[in-house]
């Protein structure tokens, strides 16, 4: 593997499962060098305080969804301020590989909304 890529974790059973997603369980989540830039410049302090919880997000999300615009899943996790989620976006190349592309957090209201329409899930 290239050494500006690591692997963060896997999609898995339950995930695929509850989604029913195309993709067979235990995929590889990646994070290349370009998407921790991405994720440095454009939400720094969330990237600062929550990067090396990347692998504890993938591992054991509060809860998943799945993107209706692009496909990418979504998982979700609290630390400790229940009005405030730490959102970590896994999005698929045109070949399938799995790329963790963004992290930002979002708010209660937000999150209730995509529960309330189905597009995230408590895991």
């Known amino acids: 593997m ?3 890529i690591e692997k963060l974790g896997v999609i898995g059973t339950e995930i ?5 997603l195309p993709i067979s369980p235990d995929t590889p989540i990646l994070i290349g060098l370009s998407n921790k830039i991405h994720m440095e410049n454009r939400h720094r ?17 509060d809860y998943v969804g799945v993107n209706p615009h692009d496909n990418s899943l979504e998982y979700y996790k609290d630390y ?3 009005t ?4 970590l976006a896994v999005r698929p190349t045109k070949s ?3 790329f963790a592309k963004t992290m930002y957090d979002i708010n209660e209201h937000s999150l209730q909304s995509y529960i309330s329409k189905g597009r995230v899930k408590a895991v």
Do not use: A, T
């Not at 405030?84 to 959102?87: E, F």
């Open 2 to 4: 290239n050494n500006d």
């Open 16 to 20: 695929v499962k509850l989604f029913s």
């Open 45 to 61: 302090e969330i990237y600062q305080l929550y990067s090396e919880k990347m692998s504890e997000i993938i591992c054991h999300p």
């Open 80 to 82: 400790g301020d229940i």
């Open 84 to 87: 405030l989620h730490i959102k």
């Open 96 to 98: 399938g590989v799995y």
